[in-house]
């Protein structure tokens, strides 16, 4: 009788152990997901999060119970075998139903190419059970089946690389139907690349075309081959006049790729930094991948380059295939003779920009704008400088300007009903955005006894100017804010260094494990004419809580 009770209570293990399994297959993916498919980014994600990909604790027991029933066989009693089986029952549906569920930033999305890869991951899981099953006939070693859901995360590793070959075959279909398209309508396309800036200017000169042009950008941050691609076989229409695309890279040879997808006739180049330099592994490299750009633009084509940016200067000065507009802001009163549109007069508040635009064809025109942030007047250049090649007078490219809309989750000014004002920079990643973040906060004026708060994770992919970066804006931060919400504790040890450092009192710095528990500590501490700054957030696959 006992037998056939150890015997049923097993089989019920096995099925909630499948289930709890498949439960963490969707979490692997959605991380899968968030690092674009690459089987090698997975297994460095892997390594990096050992905790979050296994229960250690779990794993411990079910190995010191399989010690004890090795050694002392004797332990082993007629209830001993389906008590352990109920109590692991009992675990796995407790962790299926009272498991913690985080709330994505964004949430996994069930595209074709991931429902494959979950049907191969589920499929090879499907044939282990068989294999365990019947692989282990005594009782003693049933007891390994509690582990069957730790195998979750190497399995989907392992289908992540036997899918590829295919993924590779079902691309490249996608990526000659979209190369058909885009040489069918023939839109006048501009390439956008740069270490931070791209997207605001992309945003930037949208709008201003749009004022007289049909024109398509690629929406968010599609700046991926296949990104791209979903664009064009989705959303390019022949009624399109112009096709502005951001182009983003992690390696050499990727904006060269992005440019046979998408040929451009003009390209910007916002600027070269320490953005991304974990897989870069030099600015030179960097600064390589970023100019292929220019390289890949037509004899009759333009390149916009922003010559503030030493490395950009660089570039444009040995740029002799196509013309290029400089452009830069004035400072110090020092003229640039070498720049064509130039930036002077800046003032900047709490309600947006205002300054001088000149350049040496078109003239001089006063420019009124709510973004915020000195590093958008760049951005604003850049998208001027291409909108006069395009056809447009600094007349209509002013009222476009003064019209424009603030790019959203980029120093976007948020006024909550409750008196606080709040500032979403959260898809801002760069140290030069954070430290343009700050003089945002600082040139807020509210009452006399409101707060400035800042809340962040912290910057990422900085290689190993990560750490310094992150501690110089935590001594940036320590002048401005009145209270720092930290996010992260692990990740944001660098800033609280360098608050530290500038003696920053720590009654006024607070380190949240994640977002939502950071959210918390606002509302009970936040009360009308705070401002609070949200400098980046970054991807759920950087979370310390997995």
Known sequence: MLEKVSTSLFYILVVVCFIRAVIRTTRGLHILQLDGYK?????????????????????IVVAVLLVIVSIYPKIVTNWFFPTIFFIGIAFQVYKIVWRKKATAKKPLVYTARAKRLFGLALALLTVLVPVLVFSVEENRWRISLFLFSELTVPILAVSSFLIWP???????????????????????IIGITGSYGKT??????????????????????????????????????????????????????????????????????????????????????TARAKYELIEALPTNGLAVINTDNEICAALADETTSVPVIRYGVETNGIENTSIRLKARNIRQSDKGLTFTVADEVAGIVEITTRLLGRHNVSNILAAIGVSLQCGMTL??????LKALEPVPH??????????????????????????AALEVLTDFVSDKNGKKVLVTPGMVELGEREYDENRQFGSEAAKVCDLVILVGPARTAPILDGLKTANYPEQQIYIAKDLTEAQQQLEKRLKPGDVVLFENDLPDNYNEVF
């Open 39 to 59: 089987p090698a980014r997975f297994l460095k994600w892997i390594s990096t999060h050992i905790k979050q990909c296994f229960e250690i604790i779990e794993i």
């Open 410 to 435: 980029r120093l976007q000014l948020i006024a909550g009903g409750t008196g606080v004002t709040v500032i979403d920079d959260s898809f801002n990643a760069n140290p030069e955005g954070a430290k």
């Open 166 to 188: 295919l993924e590779q075959l079902i691309n490249g279909a996608y990526l000659r139907d979209a190369r058909k398209r885009i040489k069918n309508l023939q839109p006048k």
């Open 395 to 400: 007349n209509e490219i002013q009222g476009a």
């Open 200 to 285: 605001s200017t992309k945003y930037i000169l949208h709008q201003i075309l749009s004022q007289k042009y049909n024109t398509l950008m690629t929406p968010d941050s599609y700046n991926t081959p296949m990104g791209i691609c979903k664009v064009i076989r989705g959303d390019l229409l022949p009624e399109h006049e112009y096709f502005i695309v951001e182009m983003g890279a992690y390696k050499r040879g990727d904006i060269r790729e992005l440019c046979r997808l998408a040929p451009p006739e003009i390209g910007i180049l916002t600027a070269v930094g320490p953005q991304h330099l974990e897989r870069f592994k030099s600015i030179e490299n």
